[in-house]
């Protein structure tokens, strides 16, 4: 399966808020997320892999932040 790279804003308010996406994102790594980073200060949250752009979204929501706004970068 080819593999993507989304970009989430995020609304992150403190690094309990950016540790609950890594959290998630790092479970996710068993279902094909390759690589992410979670930005705390710029609120951004980079995800490549292989699972679809509603899967990721869904996954990070699961954490009750707030997403802003997410695209396909690649």
Same mark, same amino acid.
């Given at each position: 399966?080819?593999?993507h790279t989304?970009?989430?804003?995020?609304?992150?308010?403190? /690094?309990?808020?950016?540790?609950? =996406?890594?959290?998630v994102?790092?479970k996710?790594k068993?279902?094909?997320? $390759?690589?992410?980073? *979670?930005?705390?200060?710029?609120?951004?949250?980079?995800?490549?892999? /292989?699972?679809?752009?509603?899967? =990721?979204?869904?996954?990070?929501?699961?954490?009750?932040?707030?997403?802003? $706004?997410?695209?396909? *970068?690649?």
């Open positions: 399966m080819a593999e989304y970009k989430f804003d995020v609304k992150m308010t403190c /690094s309990g808020c950016s540790g609950a =996406v890594t959290r994102l790092e996710a068993a279902d094909g997320v $390759s690589e992410f980073k *979670v930005d705390l200060e710029t609120q951004e949250v980079l995800v490549k892999g /292989s699972l679809p752009y509603e899967d =990721v979204l869904a996954r990070i929501k699961k954490t009750g932040k707030e997403v802003r $706004s997410g695209i396909t *970068v690649e």
